[in-house]
C-alpha cells in the first residue's frame, strides 16, 4: 500500500475492526485537503461513513470490501485527476475484481451442504466457501479455475505468513504453466496471517 501512494494505514485484523474515532485520527494525520478511506472490509464501510460525516476534510469513502479491490483502486488512482474523477475511476476499478482467499476450517461444521472437518482448506469466493480440500495448493488451483473465465487479464496472489518463499516460487511456477495463457500472473508476498493466500483476478 505505501508503495501505491498511501499516506496512512490503520492497522487492523481478524475482530479488529478500527472504530469511527481511529478513522478521524487517521484522516487528522493526513495532510491533504481529500482524504480518501478504503476500509477494505464490508464490517468497516459503515465507521469509515461516519467519519466522512464528522471530519471537517473533504472526505471520499471509496467502498472497498478487499484488499485485492483496494490495490486495483490505487492502481486507478491518478494524481492529474480531479477528486471526482478519482473516486469514479477507483469505484469501477473495485467493481472489476473478484476476490478469493485459502484458508482452513477451526471446526467441524457444514455449509451449503458441504461437511467441512476442523483442519480442512477452505476456498472461498467474494465470501462463498466453493471449494473444499486437504491440499493447500490444490484448492488453490481449483479457486483460480472458478474464478477465472475468457474475459480474466490478470491474476494476483498475495501469499501469508505460513507459505515460505521455497513454496511459493514453486506454487507460482504451476499457476503460470496452467494459467499463464489465460491472464498475467503476479505473486506478492503480503505476509498476512490466517489466509495462506488472498486471491484478486481481474
Do not use: W
Not at 193 to 202: A, F, H, K, T
Amino acid at each position: 500500500f505505501k508503495e501505491l501512494g498511501v499516506d496512512y494505514i490503520i492497522e487492523g485484523g481478524q475482530t479488529m475492526n478500527p472504530s469511527t474515532d481511529d478513522m478521524l485520527k487517521a484522516i487528522d494525520e493526513v495532510h491533504a485537503d481529500t482524504v480518501f478511506i478504503l476500509p477494505n472490509n464490508k464490517n468497516i464501510v459503515l465507521a469509515a461513513n461516519q467519519a466522512k460525516e464528522l471530519s471537517s476534510k473533504n472526505v471520499i469513502v471509496i467502498p472497498s470490501k478487499s484488499i485485492p479491490q483496494c490495490i486495483s483502486a490505487l492502481v486507478a488512482f491518478s494524481q492529474n485527476k480531479s477528486a471526482e474523477l478519482n473516486e469514479k475511476a477507483m469505484n469501477t476499478a473495485i467493481k472489476n475484481v473478484k476476490t478469493g482467499q485459502v484458508t482452513f476450517a477451526v471446526r467441524d461444521t457444514s455449509i451449503d451442504g458441504k461437511p467441512i472437518k476442523k483442519g480442512n482448506i477452505l476456498g472461498i469466493c467474494e465470501n462463498k466457501i466453493t471449494t473444499v480440500g486437504k491440499d493447500t495448493e490444490a484448492v488453490l488451483e481449483a479457486l483460480i479455475e472458478e474464478m477465472t473465465d475468457e474475459d480474466s487479464e490478470f491474476i494476483t496472489v498475495i501469499y501469508g505468513s505460513d507459505v515460505t518463499e521455497t513454496q511459493a516460487a514453486e506454487i507460482e511456477a504451476k499457476i503460470q504453466a496452467k494459467f499463464g495463457q489465460k491472464a498475467e500472473i503476479t505473486m506478492i508476498n503480503g505476509g498476512q496471517p490466517i489466509y495462506y493466500y488472498i486471491l484478486s483476478v481481474e
